[in-house]
């Protein structure tokens, strides 16, 4: 299968994955053949990217966790999200005659934390391959998902027990909770932000911590990871401009991977970025932005041409990946489409044999439809 931003989205096609809407409920099921009311029909769930499976990649790539568990996440978190704002008073503060409440949506939240956890734990070779399709309305409840899990790997990639991995998580899933704090005007604004629209999204870390501090089923690594995931070790980020080991190591990591499931997701103002170029960022900005033995870590499990990515080569040849290559992601197996200028079918290119040949262009959006 491939990913294919919806403008390159062609009748005919099968859809490689289920397509679920912001309520959770199955929209479009595994092995639809696309037409042009379901493109209709994706474009109006807030879907600007769908995996296919066509003549040129037919390759399956696993979930990391089952879709049901993600759906079953990504819907706890965002009817928590929206009773602890319907929880928060006037002023900011958390109404007292509803903490037990609070309780419980953390209790169910940990809970399924705990369960992404085990289901992770058992790979503890898995690579990250797959890009999370998500709604423009349920982003920030399906971002948490996926920060939480690119997390969860690196902890794994750095040794972690399994409950700090699980601390580590719950951190991540409750990370962007202080933006339910900001107006949606403001979030899913499509040109720049002013700067008293970027101060409002800014405290929202705050905002988040504070609505934390206190609770008893929230322990102080979630806590810190809630305030911190936006410092940066140069003392750049924000609130507190930290620098280096002031900044927790569980907070160092959801800051990577906060930022790599941003840049790889559709936004309303941008287009999602290939994983080789969100990649390529994150290893640009090792030992400034973020801390560099996490940035080592998250490269030894992130693949940057996953199996389905379009991909032009340096002998001018256009293929797509067919099989990563676990311990050298970036020489992958390539299924040739165009050899010497001409289409041509079952050929195929070993990267790791072709010491001479490079993959010098990836764009999910180059052409070889029309």
């Known amino acids: 299968m491939r990913l294919v931003p919806l403008s390159s989205l062609r009748e005919g096609s099968e859809l490689a994955k289920t397509i679920f809407d912001p309520e959770g409920r199955i929209l479009l099921a595994k092995g639809v053949i696309i037409k042009s009311n379901i493109i209709k029909r994706i474009r109006a ?3 600007m990217s769908v ?30 999200f929206n009773k602890f704002f319907g929880f928060t008073s006037s002023n900011g503060k958390i109404n007292k005659n509803v903490s037990k409440q609070i309780d419980q949506n953390m209790m169910n939240i ?14 503890k070779d ?6 999370d399709i998500k709604t423009l309305d349920n982003y920030i409840y399906e971002h948490c998902v996926s920060v939480a899990i690119l997390s969860i ?4 990639e750095l040794k972690f027990n399994k409950d700090k991995l699980t601390h580590l998580a719950f951190g991540a899933i409750l990370h962007d909770l202080g933006k339910t704090y900001v107006p949606k005007e403001i979030l899913l604004k499509k040109g720049k932000l002013d700067d008293n629209e970027y101060d409002i999204i800014k405290n929202h870390s705050k905002q ?57 997701s559709d936004r309303p103002y941008r287009a999602a970025m290939s994983p080789n170029e969100a990649l390529e960022y994150i290893m640009g900005a090792s030992g400034t932005l973020f801390d560099y033995e996490m940035v080592r870590a ?4 992130v693949v940057p041409y996953p199996e389905g990515t379009l991909v032009k080569l ?33 050929m195929y290119f070993d990267l790791i044999d072709e010491k001479n040949i490079n993959i010098t262009i990836k764009d999910v959006a180059y052409n070889i439809d029309d």
């Open 45 to 47: 769930a807030g879907i």
């Open 51 to 80: 995996y296919i499976n066509d003549e040129y990649s037919d390759t399956e790539i696993e979930d990391i966790i089952k879709p049901e568990l993600r759906q079953k996440v990504v819907k706890t978190i965002k009817d928590s």
């Open 110 to 123: 940990n809970f399924l934390v705990s369960s992404i956890v085990d289901e992770i734990y058992s790979q």
């Open 126 to 131: 898995i690579l990250i391959k797959i890009v």
């Open 153 to 156: 790997i690196m902890g794994i």
């Open 208 to 264: 988040g911590y504070e609505y934390l501090k206190d609770n008893m089923y929230v322990s102080s690594i979630p806590r810190v990871i809630t305030l911190q995931h936006h410092e940066r070790v140069d003392g750049t980020g924000y609130p507190n401009g930290l620098k280096g080991d002031e900044i927790n190591d569980c907070a160092k990591i959801v800051a990577i991977a906060d930022v790599y499931d941003a840049l790889t």
């Open 298 to 301: 998250f490269v030894r499990r």
């Open 314 to 346: 340096s002998n001018g040849d256009v293929g797509v990946v067919e099989e990563t290559n676990a311990k050298f992601t970036l020489r992958p197996k390539i299924k040739l489409i165009m050899h010497n200028g001409a289409e041509v079918n079952n």
